[in-house]
């Protein structure tokens, strides 16, 4: 019999920290949740909004196991995940196996060491009911929203798709953006642009109407278009201010793998494997030509362009060019 008992939830986990702690200590994994609410009907008091909640089929035989070697063991610890998903699992177990949920039984550690593991286990605390509580708004949220929905998307778009909190959110901004679509009236409007030219030096350049009297003037049919054609036509044009400024225009980061990877798919239809494997055979020919200094932008280029050509259609080699001078900055 062990003096002590772990609930962690995973079987890997478990393992690892068994090794830590010594024989007289039991490590056991729940599997996840042990509890949650009903498939078959809401379980959600719609007056109190209590949730109402049944042991996942298919875990009778572990809870009875839970249960045994609970009942055997001198001192429980709950160590399942620092999260409030993993608050909760804690507070089912504790239900489930009888334990007191303002006993010192919580043990949490956010690495897996052993010295963190030991330090967990000498500083228990209770459960934490606001994480629980969170967790649980949010399934209940989950399945007031979403519980009814989801059979509609069932039948209208594909099985197994769920509309809960998030989607049905979504579905919602959907909805209104397209009954503004929908309810868009069509307006006509005109643009006037003038090509104007300067005495000294000799430049043109292009120059649209804006208004009358310093006011924006909208135009919506041809008739007041011709109408303000006729009064241009008369009209002397003179450049009244002129603003200087700068943009600046910052080049594109380095990639990243996964922008790597990104890139590639995107413009070349790469898969993660070619994209990676391409890329270290650049990175080899590099230490081996270049003793380490991979200046690719220019050493490489003919090199470059010969694979290109090569693997892909000349039509393509743009693109190449693009991702790969993209690469070797990295």
């Known amino acids: 019999m062990a003096d002590k008992l772990v609930i962690v939830e995973s079987p890997a986990k478990a393992n690892t920290i068994k090794k830590f702690l010594g024989g007289s200590t039991k490590v056991v994994a729940s599997m996840g949740h042990i509890r949650d609410l009903p498939k078959s009907k809401l379980g959600i008091d719609t007056k109190t909004f209590e949730p109402q909640y049944i042991n996942i089929r298919g875990k ?36 489930i196996l ?34 629980t509580d ?49 309810k868009f009236v069509p307006e006509e409007y005109w643009n006037i642009y003038a090509t104007l030219a300067t005495k000294k030096p000799k430049k ?11 006011k924006k003037l909208d135009i919506h049919s041809k008739e007041e278009i011709d109408k303000i054609l006729d009064e241009l036509e008369k009209a002397k044009y003179v450049v009244s201010e002129i603003k200087n400024g700068e943009k600046k225009r910052n080049p594109a980061p380095p990639f990243t793998t996964s922008t790597m990877q990104q890139e590639a798919s995107r413009k070349l239809n790469f898969a993660l494997r070619k994209t990676m494997q391409v890329a270290q055979r650049i990175i080899w020919r590099c230490k081996n030509t270049r003793k380490g200094n991979c200046w690719f932008n220019y050493i490489y280029e003919n090199w470059l362009y010969k694979n290109i050509r090569r693997s892909k259609s000349s039509s393509k080699s743009a693109y190449w060019k693009y991702i790969w001078r993209r690469i070797l900055w990295k």
């Open 60 to 95: 009778g035989d572990l809870i009875k196991s839970l249960k045994k070697e609970a009942k055997d063991a001198k001192k429980v610890y709950l160590a399942t995940d620092p999260d409030r998903e993993g608050e909760a699992i804690a507070w089912h177990l504790a239900n």
């Open 98 to 131: 009888g334990i007191d949920e303002n006993k010192m039984c919580r043990v949490t550690f956010n690495e897996i060491t052993k010295d963190a593991v030991k330090k967990a286990i000498q500083n228990p605390r209770k459960i934490d009911m606001d994480l």
């Open 134 to 182: 969170a967790q649980q708004a949010r399934r209940v949220l989950d399945r007031i929203v979403g519980y009814k929905i989801s059979p509609v998307l069932w039948k209208k778009v594909q099985k197994g798709l769920s509309a809960g909190r998030v989607q049905s959110v979504a579905v919602k901004l959907v909805v209104d953006r397209e009954e503004e679509i929908e």
């Open 204 to 214: 043109s350049f292009e120059a649209k109407f804006y208004g009358k009297n310093d």
